[in-house]
Every structure is written in structure tokens, then in C-alpha cells.
């Protein structure tokens, strides 16, 4: 049982009315947003936290990533996708559980100290995620990658099943799991068909990369005569299911209209794909066609760094180049995306998100006393074109403190480096 009442706060609460409340005050009741109030707060609190000056947001949802990846960070840089898997694989092949767990550890390090209190990961090696995630204090979605294609053996969905279920809710709720199929050209049409069956069954959320590279889409329209998305619709793969879509680059009017109709989330990454030339995201179509697009930082090894806020900048700066329009993909939309959307995509919309009463207490406190913060003619356009991710001073995730004033207390960041460095000189040797 614990209270902690921030005081005297500006509260950027990215709830339904977009309100932006002065000298605030926030009270949280063990995991939940109890009260805010312009009035003062009476209640006695195991601790305080003076705000004044300063900013409360939402936690940045890192929308897709796979953190183990920190491993290869600067590994195979300058390559197009299908020359940097050909790179990593054999390292990839190489890592054992230890591996992943330190490198997932350190990811969330840097995603905690970049105001990032949820993620959504794929990679293998699932437990070693699952208890970073228990272990760390962050919350996270951990989706079981699948792969089939010119795999020796075969996947067995059953077991898969209840590997995902058994994590499932684990540290306070903390972790939440789900299916992970790689993409449509690692996955068979039969375990994605298979796939889509069990999530629905179970109302797991399914995770994919889709409609990535040129190549894919050309690969899918030779042999099927339809659209990477389209090929999905001929698994019955979006329909009453939670999909996820990492990257959605390669998209047509069509494809886009099935997004909306099924529901399904894009995350776009922009650092990652343009550092693999892969392609820009049509951001601001999508967002018009009235589908719900998030951010993710894709893996340290394509992008090179955790860091939402950044991607949000470029997101919007890509969006106005791309659709040939200043106005699109406005900062307030770009905030969104970095925080209540990736709520939505992850299915975590009504525990996180947004700051608002009876909620989870998923929330940063950011110092926004710097020159890149003057004047204040609009708050949203400074926090997301000139703020930094490292304003972020204090970090609370499920109404447990686990940075503050940048030092995180939820474990020890030395620990996890040592042990990090330890992983990298092995795996490399
Ligand atoms: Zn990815």
C-alpha cells in the first residue's frame, strides 16, 4: 500500500478533451490515478513530489521494438533489410537466454530514462523478456515471435499457447503477452491462418511486421496477385482479432480501408526505416483513412537508440514532406501517437495513455525549465519539435516510482551494464 500525491504540476493529460491543466495536483492510490484537482489535496501521502514548474505526461508507449537488439547496437549499420538480417542472423543465432535478458534489461534502461514506461517487444527467447519486464518495473507487452519458413522444425501452437498464457498477467499485470508471427514471408499461410484461429479463441492480440520493404510487396503480388494486407484478409487474420502492424509501409487505398474496418493498429517507425531505406509510412493517409497509428523504435540495431519523443519529431516532420503539406500531422497528433494511440494499439487504452482518474498511474514528470521551452505560445509544439526525451526527470509506472530525478531506484543501472559489456564480449568473441 502506497500513496503519492505530485503537486503543483502542469498536467498534460491527452484524455478525450486534449486538457492541459495549470498547477495540478495528482494523488495515486496504490497503481491508480485517484483524484486530480486544481484544489488542493488533503490526503495524506506516503510521498510528495513538488511538480512546480514542471510537466506531468502520459508515459511514451514504445509501440514495437525488439530491446534484445541493444546488443547489436552499431553492429551492421548502412544496410538495406534483407543485407542487415543476413548480418545479425548468425549473432542472433548465437544468444542465449542470459543474452537476452541483459540486453532487454539495458534496453529498458534507456527506454525508462528516455520516459518510456511501456513497450511492445518480439524476439526470441520469450521468458528472458518476460522477466526483464517483471524484473525492471516497466510495463510491457511481450509477443512470442513465430517463424516457420525454412525452419527444421515445426511450431507447435499448443505449446506456444500455453508458454504465452503462463507469463500472462505476471508482475502486478505489468506484463501482458501475445502471439508474434514474424512477417508473412517468415511465416507459412498455415500458421498465420492457425495463428489467427488461437488468438481469437484465447482474445490474445496478434503482432507482425507487414508491408516493410518494396521487395515483400513484390514478392506477395508475383505470387499471390494481391497485397501483403490482402494476403492477411485471405487468412482471415484481421477480422475480430487485435492486430498489429509494425511499419505498414507499402500501402494502397485498399489496404488502408481494411486496416480501418478490422480495427487494425499501425506502428510506424521512422528512424529504423529510413536507416534501412525501407520506406516512409504514409502517416497522415492513415490517420485520414481513420485508422490508429502508434510509434515504435523498431530494435537498437536499426535505429540506434529507444527514444519515442525523437521518433514522434520525425514522424511529423516526414508526414508534411511526404504528403507535401506543412499542416499534416500536427505536434498535438504526433503527441498522440507517442502515447493514448499506442495505448489503443497495444489494447491497454483504458489502463494507460492518458492521465485520467481511475487509471493506472503510467506517468513523467518532465523538467521543462530549458531555453527550448520559451516563449510558451504552444506547449504540445515545444514538447514534441524542441524538447528532449532526457528532460525526462522522474518515471512512475503502475504507481511505482522507477526513476527519480534521473536516477533509476526500481533496480541497479550499473549492475545491468556490467552484466551487459559481459554478454557483448561473449557473444562477439
Ligand atoms: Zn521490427
Keep these: 500500500m502506497s500513496t503519492i500525491l505530485i503537486k503543483n504540476a502542469q498536467v ?21 490515478i485517484k483524484k486530480i484537482s486544481a484544489e488542493t489535496i488533503n490526503d495524506k501521502a506516503d510521498k510528495i513530489i513538488d511538480a512546480k514548474g514542471k510537466l506531468v505526461l502520459p508515459g511514451f508507449i514504445n509501440a514495437h521494438t525488439h530491446a534484445a537488439m541493444t546488443l547489436l547496437r552499431g553492429y551492421s549499420d548502412n544496410q538495406n533489410l534483407d543485407k542487415w538480417l543476413e548480418n545479425i542472423g548468425p549473432i542472433e543465432g548465437k544468444m542465449q537466454p542470459e543474452d537476452v535478458y541483459w540486453g532487454t534489461m539495458l534496453a529498458i534502461t534507456e527506454m525508462i530514462k528516455n520516459g518510456v514506461t511501456c513497450f511492445l517487444d518480439m524476439y526470441s527467447h520469450f521468458g528472458s523478456i518476460s522477466q ?3 524484473d525492471s518495473g516497466i510495463r510491457g507487452v511481450n509477443s512470442l515471435a513465430l517463424v516457420d519458413v525454412n525452419q527444421a522444425d515445426k511450431v507447435n501452437l499448443d505449446d506456444k499457447l500455453k508458454t504465452i498464457v503462463s507469463w500472462h498477467g505476471k508482475g502486478d499485470r505489468r506484463l501482458t503477452t501475445c502471439f508474434g508471427p514474424h512477417a508473412p514471408y517468415t511465416c507459412s499461410g ?3 491462418r492457425n495463428i489467427s484461429n488461437l488468438a481469437r479463441k484465447n482474445h490474445l492480440s496478434i503482432h507482425i511486421h507487414l508491408a516493410e520493404t518494396r521487395k515483400e510487396v513484390s514478392d506477395i503480388k508475383r505470387k499471390y496477385q494481391m497485397s501483403p494486407v490482402e494476403l492477411m484478409v485471405k487468412y482471415d487474420f484481421f477480422s475480430q482479432n487485435q492486430v498489429i502492424v509494425a511499419h505498414g509501409i507499402w500501402l494502397g487505398d485498399r489496404d488502408m480501408t481494411i486496416f ?12 529504423s526505416n529510413l536507416k534501412l531505406n525501407a520506406g516512409i509510412c504514409p502517416t497522415h493517409q492513415l490517420t485520414n483513412h481513420g485508422v490508429n497509428v502508434a510509434l515504435g523504435t523498431d530494435g537498437a540495431a536499426s535505429n540506434n537508440s529507444l527514444d519515442i519523443l525523437a521518433e514522434a519529431k520525425l ?3 516526414l508526414a508534411k514532406y511526404f504528403s507535401s503539406d506543412p499542416a499534416a500531422l500536427g505536434a498535438n497528433k504526433a503527441l498522440k501517437m507517442a502515447t493514448i494511440n499506442g495505448a489503443k494499439a497495444l489494447g491497454l487504452a483504458k489502463e494507460v495513455g492518458s492521465i485520467e482518474v481511475g487509471k493506472c498511474a503510467d506517468l513523467i514528470i518532465m523538467d521543462n525549465s530549458g531555453p527550448q521551452y ?3 505560445h504552444n506547449l504540445i509544439a515545444n514538447i514534441v519539435y524542441a524538447g528532449k526525451s532526457s528532460d525526462t526527470e522522474t518515471v512512475i509506472v503502475n504507481g511505482k516510482i522507477v526513476m527519480e530525478n534521473r536516477k533509476i531506484i526500481a533496480f541497479d543501472e550499473e549492475k545491468v551494464k556490467m552484466e551487459f559489456n559481459k554478454r557483448v564480449k561473449t557473444l562477439f568473441k
Design 12 to 32: 498534460v493529460t491527452m484524455n478525450g478533451q486534449d486538457q492541459i491543466l495549470d498547477h495540478a495536483n495528482i494523488l495515486i492510490d496504490n497503481n491508480i
Design 132 to 134: 526483464a519486464i517483471i
Design 190 to 192: 498455415l500458421l498465420l
Design 260 to 271: 480501418k474496418n478490422n480495427k487494425v493498429s499501425v506502428v510506424t517507425c521512422p528512424s
Design 315 to 317: 514522424a511529423t516532420l
Design 374 to 376: 520559451l516563449p510558451n
